[in-house]
Nanobody
Framework: QVQLVESGGGLVQAGGSLRLSCAAS????????IGWFRQAPGKERAFVAV????????NYADSVKGRFTISRDNAKNTAYLQMNSLKPEDTAVYYC?????????????????WGQGTQVTVSS
């Protein structure tokens, strides 16, 4: 029943922007910390950004600080990742994930539910 569905990925030129969405169903959305992770070709899935249950706290990987912004709208059961000043090294499949505990939120192993991913490709 629990489902997370990412959307908004695509092909953009370096320096461009995309906004990813993560629509959740089958869970009480406001009870879950939401994280974004990405997996580039040949690499392990890596932390990108996280937002607390109420949206009052966020954290980012150093590689995206100042360029990406995570947000959420609990009334819409949706989280977002605004990505600006995109670089070719941002090319990856992006996943959203939900964590009921909200403790080790930089660790992908802590998350309870995952979306199917959406492809982001940044051309040089």
């Amino acid at each position: 029943q629990v489902q997370l569905v990412e959307s908004g990925g695509g092909l953009v030129q370096a320096g461009g922007s995309l906004r990813l969405s993560c629509a959740a169903s089958g869970l009480t959305f406001s009870r879950y910390t939401i994280g974004w992770f990405r997996q580039a070709p040949g690499k392990e899935r890596a932390f990108v950004a996280v937002i607390s249950r109420s949206g009052d706290s966020t954290n980012y990987a150093d590689s995206v600080k100042g360029r990406f912004t995570i947000s959420r709208d609990n009334a819409k059961n949706t989280a977002y990742l605004q990505m600006n000043s995109l670089k070719p090294e941002d090319t990856a499949v992006y996943y959203c994930a939900a964590d009921v505990l909200g403790r080790r939120v930089l660790d992908k192993g802590e998350y309870d539910y995952w979306g199917q991913g959406t492809q982001v490709t940044v051309s040089s």
